[in-house]
């Protein structure tokens, strides 16, 4: 990449309920000596009112440059790309508004990284850029938000203590969603409206729903991993009956994808599966039935074209309402993860959680973006892949975890206390 773009970092969409948070992490961590950053969106306006709140916040700055365009204009997105080392984009529903600049990136060689967790979408960025930007060179990574950093480079810490530790990774990874207090935004929910949406209308947004390997890359999108769980269940790794989780079908795909990037260090059979515990006894069989029960629901009354349309215009609030800075500092969440493999000695059980004092959607995704963009324009990835479309493990990898920990995320991994049979 040449050393002569503007700037090192773009918040692209710095206006909206995300984008802010994203802003706010990076004016408050790094002063303009460290970093060269531009808040971008369509709004003169709105991003005047923004760049006064942020130089009001952090004495560090005095002024921040705004880049403005339209997310669907493609000669414009083409402009920002190439003035910029890495556009961090929070612009979303991405269905809608996010083809343009992923080309735009892929094709001048501009690294990327935004928040979807829209799987039709991604699996279109793969398909369109993955090998334009594998010969540009530049990085788009999708999904390193809440969706799906804490999984997939969970996934990665635990799987690298595995081999470091026993000399083999694991070959079952359960995911828990163990507890979070946060908010969700218009924005996130029109995006959930939008796949939905697509799922219904699109025949390949349904097969890409429909294979739980539909992001590997393409002749590899097969495999014996049935896909998210999607009734209550015992989990005898846990000792704990756990419920679908609501993210799964985005954080799986996304990890059997890093899996498949990174050359299959896990193997060819490796089983993943993201669900919320419930507990033990029959309150834990009840409450994960009830949560399996309304997200069938849920999912049933999306899928029915007039009751998706009156949820989404009456139920779902407006995009940019969102969660205030107050409220998500007075969030949290923890993802706890647990491996089993098998060794020469024997099998063995590692854990690890990765968690934040933030609400995990807006506060904690902001820094995991914005840190995200940190490790691409300071090249401090460690991945086998020098461009294409990928993940946040196979994208940027550990170096991430490290800058998440500097910022006061709690991430740990250790061999389980029943450790070795
Ligand atoms: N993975 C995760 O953990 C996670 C967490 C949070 C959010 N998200 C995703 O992030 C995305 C944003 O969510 P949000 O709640 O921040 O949404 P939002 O508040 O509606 O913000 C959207 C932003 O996009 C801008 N925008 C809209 N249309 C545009 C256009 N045509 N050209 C340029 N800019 C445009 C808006 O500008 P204006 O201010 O001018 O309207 C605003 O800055 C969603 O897709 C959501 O699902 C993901």
Redesign the pocket.
Known sequence: MSDDRTHDVVVW???????RFVAEHLTERYTPDELSLAVG???RE?LGTLVDDLTERADAWEEIPTVI????DPDRMREIARETRVVCT?????TT?GTPLVAACAEVGTDYCD???EVNWVRESIDRFHEVATETGARIVH?C???SVPADLGTLLLQSFAVETFGAPCEAVRIYLEEGEGGV????L??FGELFEAVATDPLAERTLRNPYSLAPAGERSGVDPGEQRLPRWDPLRGAWTAPSPMAPVNERVLRRSNALLGYPWGREFDCTETVPTGTGPVGAVTAGAIAGGLGLFSGAMSVGPLRDGIRRFVFPE??T?PTRAEADAGRFTVGLRGRGTAPEGTFTVEAEFGADRDP??GA?GQMLGEAAMCLAREEVDSPLDGGVMTPAAGIGLPLVERLRAVGFTIDVREAAEGRE
Request: proline fraction near 5%; charge should be neutral.
């Open positions: 969409g710095a206006t909206g309920v995300a984008g969106g369509r709004s709105r365009g339209d997310a669907t929070t612009v979303g529903p991405y508004y928040l979807t967790g999904s938000g809440f969706d935004s218009g924005g996130t029109a995006s995009p940019g969102g959607g807006y995704t």
